[in-house]
């Protein structure tokens, strides 16, 4: 078993910036690909970033590329979403996901975090 806690969101103005964290604990955070997820109201989960076990390759959705930044640090078993130029868009809770490869289905991540709402304003 995983467990993982996102912490860092809140509501920004456009062009803004924040900084989420996923702390996990329990088995042994190298053994997974993390990945972040977001989540409109009305909408289906939707593929943000993802880091192998790593940190050396990421992939990203391509709404967010150039915008974010995943990253993980080992030592203390937390990753990383850095989101840069914020767009009322990007408005969603957002989850941190731990599986066993990495895919960008939701389906294919067996741990999930509680979520984090972000919130854009124009």
């Known amino acids: 078993q995983v467990q993982l806690v996102e912490s860092g969101g809140g509501l920004v103005q456009a062009g803004g910036s924040l900084r989420l964290s996923c702390a996990a604990s329990?088995?042994?955070?190298?053994?997974?690909?993390m990945a972040w997820f977001r989540q409109a109201p009305g909408k289906g989960r939707e593929f943000v970033a993802l880091?192998?076990?790593?940190?050396?390759?990421?992939t990203y959705a391509d709404s967010v590329k150039g915008r974010f930044t995943i990253s993980r640090d080992n030592r203390k078993d937390t990753v990383y979403l850095q989101m840069n130029s914020l767009k009322p868009e990007d408005t969603a809770v957002y989850y941190c996901a731990a599986g066993a490869a990495a895919y960008t289905s939701a389906i294919n991540y067996n741990y999930w975090g509680q979520g984090t709402q972000v919130t854009v304003s124009s």
């Open positions: 329990g088995r042994t955070f190298t053994s997974y690909v």
């Open positions: 880091i192998r076990w790593s940190g050396a390759s990421s």
